[in-house]
């Protein structure tokens, strides 16, 4: 049976090419990077050479990005150093949040008591721009936003811009997981109001294991893991060499192709909207498909029934990887926080598909028929 992977935001194939330019940091150039020989110094230049690859595509200076573990750890790093070191006792937060950033702020919130606020959202998963600049306006402590740029479940696209200059008219902190969109859409961080993003290799044909946080230069703040003097006294621990090469190759890959993969992905996802909505009555579309949306997301609902109960699992067992709600969580038979936040109908039953470069219209069509099988 051939398998047929719909689930890229969750984790993406790697590439060759970038297996390529990692394999030899495994096994000959393998020296560490603190180290004042030749072998550590190879790996020093092979880092910083990354370090202002990455830079350049995201207009950034390369002072401003930092080699992390991956999304988790940037976004926990971010949110912990608004509030130890930048003065914020208030974090406003969405409910459709990655665990991420929800569980860092939770924590925070019962730990120290940190003020903690959810913005409202609207019916397609949009962010309340009005309710945000109301909890902004009315909160007596500086404020730390954080919102997700693209949302891993339902594709929601953020106006990073304007929240972002909403928090500089506030004199808020904004943070914004760009873990979904980093790889995936052109950035310029030298031109856009923010003070944090991240990203992760794995969700654009890299590596896992590997990640990014951008700090703008006019911040300053403390290390979240302590230890060694890595990464410029920033984040302790020995560097993940052959990630990071792997990191920068995929991105620049990623942003070479970016418009091509781009229309044909979307082009993906469309079409197996318009199958869907033809072929299977009664789906619906969570998010905002036709508007501001991820181009690699399709949320489904589907009508539940006897048959639709069990539908993740009747996927899998005929070979189709899709997901009920974020990959973080998928083992667990709790359904989508996502999904419960946007939509409290019990009669639809969610189920994400998300596409790659790799995927084509024949594995649409087969998954359809199977999905009309099914159901």
Known sequence: MNRIYFDNAATTPLDQDVLDVMLPFMTEKFGNP???YSYGRESRLAIENAR?????ILNAHPGEIFFTSGGT???NTAISAAIHN??????????IEHHATLHSVEHLHVRDNIKLSYVKLLPNGHVDMNHLRELLSTSKERCLVTLMHANNEIG???DMHAVGNLCKEFDAIFHSDTVQTVGHYPFDLRNTPVHFINGAGHKFHGPKGVG???INENVKITPFIQGGSQERNMRAGTENLYGIVGFARALELATAHHEEHKEYINGLRMYMAEKLKTEIPGVDFNGDLYGRSLYTVLNVSFPKTEKSEMLLFNLDINGICASGGSACTSGADAGSHVIR???SNPNM???RFSFSKHNTKEEVDRVVAKLKEII
Do not use: M, P, R
């Not at 202002?52 to 350049?56: C, D, E, G, Q, R």
């Not at 930048?86 to 409910?95: T, V």
């Open 34 to 36: 603190s180290s004042i």
């Open 52 to 56: 202002k690859s990455v830079a350049k």
């Open 73 to 75: 750890e940037s976004s």
């Open 86 to 95: 930048l003065g914020c006792l208030h974090i406003i937060s969405s409910e």
């Open 156 to 158: 929601n696209l953020l």
């Open 212 to 214: 990014i946080l951008y």
């Open 341 to 343: 936040a946007i939509s």
């Open 349 to 351: 039953i969610a189920v």
